[in-house]
């Protein structure tokens, strides 16, 4: 093709007219009434082995996809929690009245909202305008924002039976002992009072994973968490709702997938926990 051609055409969505280029389609195809007829599943490992969507995409690719970042934003979100969670519960049950009496307080608060209800709510707000605080961005649309969201709303879960914990554990004999030696609170926090908590953190784990998971497919489900072009598991059932009675296989599968993944990680923190109690190990053996 000529370069003095007034019409160029492009392989981005774009043309060139008269030297002006123009978009002549979306990069996502999220909203709009274009389609192919989906196909049923074929059963035989290769392309389409769960079929298509009305959008002529694998189903089976986008489960697989889709599961990457709803088990990133589980695992992400789950860490976020837990890392807040543990700092907050150990400074409220180690410092005791004034500041514990301020954060006890937060937890309250946070705790009086439903999971579900706070989470909805941040996600619609911050879903338009991004986030930014200080050296923190967060643009809208962004999984970071679903990650944030998620691993803000469980922390009082996690950080009240840390600092009760704590509590008890600022009592106990050897605590004292170190705090009558002189030994300074960071040595105190460190030495004595964290290797007696990470037990707990790390059963708290597959279950805060599992929490996270199914609190993004809900939100994404609601078309308020992961973004076009962007899939989860949840945004997936949602795009297979109107293939409900036709082709169930493209809503029905990522949710079991979801249900799946949810009893295992809860047997595995089961496991855990048994592990890490030694009264736990000593009953099962009577």
Known sequence: ????????????????????????????????????????????????????????RDVAARLLYGGTNTLLIGFAAAALTLIIATLVGVIAGYSGKIIDSVISRILDV?????????????????LTSGF?????????????????????????????????QVLALREREFVKAAIGGGAKNSTIIFREILPNVIPSVLVFIPLMVSLAMLTESALSFLSIGVQAPDASWGTIIKDGLGLLYTRPIVALAPGLFIVITAVALNLLGDAVRDALDPKARLRGAF
Do not use: C, H
């Open 110 to 126: 946070i705790w009086a909202f439903p999971v579900y209800l706070l989470s909805i709510s941040l996600s619609v707000v911050l």
């Open 132 to 164: 930014k605080w200080g050296p923190i961005s967060l643009e809208a649309g962004s999984l970071y924002l679903p990650i944030f969201i998620i691993g803000l709303v469980y922390v009082p879960y996690v950080a009240r039976p840390i600092r009760g």
């Open 1 to 56: 093709m000529s370069k003095t051609d007034p019409f160029v055409s492009t392989i981005n969505g774009t043309v060139v007219l008269d030297g002006v280029e123009v978009q002549v389609l979306q990069q996502s195809t999220e909203g709009l009434k274009l389609g192919v007829n989906p196909i049923g599943p074929t059963w035989k490992i290769g392309p389409y082995f769960l079929g298509a969507d009305n959008q002529g």
